[in-house]
T-cell receptor, first 116, second 111 residues
Framework: SQTIHQWPATLVQPVGSPLSLECTVE??????LYWYRQAAGRGLQLLFY??????ISSEVPQNLSASRPQDRQFILSSKKLLLSDSGFYLC???????????????FGPGTRLTVL | SQQGEEDPQALSIQEGENATMNCSYK?????LQWYRQNSGRGLVHLIL?????REKHSGRLRVTLDTSKKSSSLLITASRAADTASYFC???????????FGKGTTLSVSS
């Protein structure tokens, strides 16, 4: 069976500090991978998605970047955190699908980031 | 960009009652999905309905899709306290590159 891991579960960081959140998937190959951010009481904002190693698409311009160094590893980073980067970060995977045809997504437990 | 919009934003009911949530979207879709999120947790996939389907059932869940009105509804029958959560619709647009989620409906079921 497939599982998705995210860490850390919670993180408190000062403004201007770097960030690295990691997401790994087990039990599947060639997944589509996604990073979302959810502000308090809001819906999900898609940040990045990846259809393969080294292939990253960004949905919104921002202070964050993503990388996929391995097939089942997805990393969200920032060089200098802003207050507005606080939120709940969710990683998800879905079976590989063609453009415009996305299957159900399976979410990790999330990382609660607070920037002070 | 916002594609799906759930309605109502919040819903409070008693155990045993039915809960209905609606989702409207703007552009043509390949499929529409519903997810549940318990407080502080990740999302869990509930059901997927394709654009050529009109109704789908899964246990106590019933989803309808009306592509002419660009809307979908999620019905939870005989609700339980454990159904308390936020529910999101997500659309896979024909022109898009990824799922787009709405802001969700927060359901509270009291015993």
């Amino acid at each position: 069976s497939q599982t998705i891991h995210q860490w850390p579960a919670t993180l408190v960081q000062p403004v201007g500090s770097p960030l690295s959140l990691e997401c790994t998937v087990e039990g599947t190959s060639n997944p589509n991978l996604y990073w979302y951010r959810q502000a308090a009481g809001r819906g999900l904002q898609l940040l990045f998605y990846s259809v393969g190693i080294g292939q990253i698409s960004s949905e919104v311009p921002q202070n964050l970047s993503a990388s996929r160094p391995q097939d089942r590893q997805f990393i969200l980073s920032s060089k200098k955190l802003l207050l507005s980067d606080s939120g709940f970060y969710l990683c998800a995977w879905s079976p590989l699908g063609g453009p415009g045809l996305h299957n159900e997504q399976f979410f990790g437990p999330g990382t609660r980031l607070t920037v002070l | 960009s916002q594609q799906g919009e759930e309605d109502p934003q919040a819903l409070s009911i008693q155990e045993g009652e039915n809960a209905t949530m609606n989702c409207s979207y703007k552009t043509s879709i390949n499929n529409l999905q519903w997810y549940r999120q318990n407080s502080g947790r990740g999302l869990v996939h509930l059901i997927l309905i394709r654009s050529n389907e009109r109704e789908k059932h899964s246990g106590r869940l019933r989803v309808t899709l009306d592509t002419s009105k660009k809307s979908s509804s999620l019905l939870i029958t005989a609700s339980r306290a454990a159904d308390t959560a936020s529910y999101f619709c997500a659309t896979d647009t024909q022109a898009g590159t990824a799922l787009i989620f709405g802001k969700g409906t927060t359901l509270s079921v009291s015993s």
